[in-house]
């Protein structure tokens, strides 16, 4: 497996993490417990099923099955947490327990194989299952988010109208080897004053 298969991974992670974070941090505490009806899932809801299933998967991830024994994922889909506070504490959770375990993967033990729910994959194809997951998850609570907010909603990409500005911008600099998400992950780190 090569470094910066491992870099790049991790920095889609931290991106995605990144655009959850920007949404919670426009919605008022009542909108992340917001549900269209009875059949569809909340913020909250959402995050507790992340968080369950990085907790899952990441935990001892190279030596035990990524369907943990202690997990209950029904319970991830009704309604538990009922603080913000519980809520990020939550969101958090499942994120470092996810870093910790890339950041375990050596030279030395790459070529593990894991297993979920007894399938076994290469380390590889544990990754990309959960790189595939939790963006589509991210992309639910972005949609959430943007519904109730409806015309206050802060867009966290290109915003409508702008992409002809936003291209031009990119194509003025020179040719460059980076990963998309550099600039964007910069761009959103806290200043130091």
Same mark, same amino acid.
């Given at each position: 497996?090569?470094?910066?298969?491992?870099?790049?991974? $991790?920095?889609?992670?931290?991106?995605?993490?990144?655009?959850?974070?920007?949404?919670?941090?426009?919605?008022?505490?009542?909108?992340?417990?917001?549900?269209?009806?009875?059949?569809?899932?909340?913020?909250?809801?959402?995050?507790?099923?992340?968080?369950?299933?990085?907790?899952?998967?990441?935990?001892?991830?190279?030596?035990?099955?990524?369907?943990?024994?202690? $997990?209950? @994922?029904?319970?991830?889909?009704?309604?538990?947490? $009922?603080?913000?506070?519980?809520?990020?504490?939550?969101?958090?959770? !499942?994120?470092?327990?996810?870093?910790?375990?890339?950041?375990?993967?050596?030279?030395?033990?790459?070529?593990?194989?894991?297993?979920?729910?007894?399938?076994?994959?290469?380390?590889?194809?544990?990754?990309? @299952?959960?790189?595939?997951?939790?963006?589509?998850?991210?992309?639910?609570?972005?949609?959430? !988010?943007?519904?109730?907010?409806?015309?206050?909603?802060?867009?966290?990409?290109?915003? @409508?109208?702008?992409?002809?500005?936003?291209?031009?911008?990119?194509?003025?600099?020179?040719? @460059?080897?980076?990963?998309?998400?550099?600039?964007?992950?910069?761009?959103?780190?806290?200043?130091?004053?």
């Amino acid at each position: 497996m090569a470094p910066d298969y491992l870099t790049s991974v $991790r920095k889609q992670f931290e991106y995605y993490k990144l655009l959850g974070d920007q949404t919670f941090a426009q919605l008022p505490d009542e909108a992340l417990f917001w549900q269209y009806n009875a059949e569809s899932n909340s913020i909250a809801i959402i995050v507790q099923h992340l968080w369950g299933n990085m907790l899952s998967r990441w935990t001892d991830f190279l030596t035990s099955d990524g369907e943990k024994e202690w $997990r209950n @994922r029904d319970a991830e889909f009704e309604t538990g947490s $009922r603080t913000r506070a519980d809520l990020l504490a939550q969101w958090e959770a !499942g994120w470092t327990c996810l870093f910790t375990a890339l950041d375990s993967i050596t030279e030395a033990n790459q070529d593990t194989m894991v297993y979920i729910r007894n399938q076994g994959h290469s380390i590889t194809e544990a990754i990309n @299952r959960q790189l595939a997951h939790y963006p589509y998850h991210v992309g639910q609570i972005v949609f959430i !988010g943007k519904l109730v907010l409806d015309g206050q909603w802060q867009s966290l990409s290109i915003p @409508r109208g702008n992409s002809q500005s936003y291209n031009a911008e990119k194509f003025a600099q020179p040719k @460059r080897t980076v990963h998309f998400t550099d600039e964007y992950l910069q761009n959103q780190q806290p200043s130091a004053s």
